[in-house]
């Protein structure tokens, strides 16, 4: 009996990215554009994450610096608390603000720390769980959201580990061209 309800975590897992791999590839897509686009200009990437989302972003400006799963210069990244004081003291103008919030927590304060975001002139780009997509009402028109069409923290927290690394390598190939 516990090893189906194993089973059954792996199942669940591997059947929510099977059903939404089509549906989330144009949006990361764009997420990976609008990442190029920011870096090449000379911008940095400011990231923060509510909950455990904080531990995807401290990962991603890990990835982003140190290099994701091959070889490049370091990319100008940096993972911040999720509250307005650091978007206002580090935000500048053409930066990216990518949040991450799993669990919808605190809608609130995301909701301010995009707000802080959008008054320095930043884009924002949201991943969140199902529970999380009222914060698209917060977003300007430039400003991205990649939601995870479900409702419990486990399976959109492991989806959004997945868009991360296919967000990586996506912003890799546009940097230094596909390695094959």
Do not use: N, W
Request: with cysteine.
């Amino acid at each position: 009996m516990l090893e189906q309800r194993i089973q059954q975590q792996f199942f669940e897992g591997a059947d929510l990215q099977y059903q939404t791999a089509e549906a989330l590839a144009r949006p990361i897509a764009q997420a990976a554009g609008a990442i190029v686009d920011a870096l090449t200009a000379g911008s940095k990437l400011l990231l923060c994450g509510t909950g455990s989302g904080g531990g995807l972003a401290r990962h991603a400006a890990a990835l982003l610096v140190g290099g994701f799963e091959r070889e490049r210069p370091p990319l100008a990244a940096l993972a911040i608390a999720p509250d307005p004081k650091g978007i206002q003291a580090l935000g500048l103008p053409g930066d990216l603000l990518v949040l991450f919030d799993a669990a919808a927590s605190d809608l609130d304060a995301c909701m301010r720390v995009v707000r802080a975001a959008q008054d320095k002139d930043m884009t924002v780009l949201l991943l969140v769980g199902s529970s999380a997509d009222g914060l698209r009402e917060t977003l300007a028109e430039t400003d991205l959201q990649i939601t995870v069409p479900h409702e419990r923290t486990s399976r959109v927290l492991e989806a959004q580990l997945l868009i991360l690394h296919a967000l990586l390598d996506a912003v890799d190939a546009q940097l230094m061209g596909d390695p094959e």
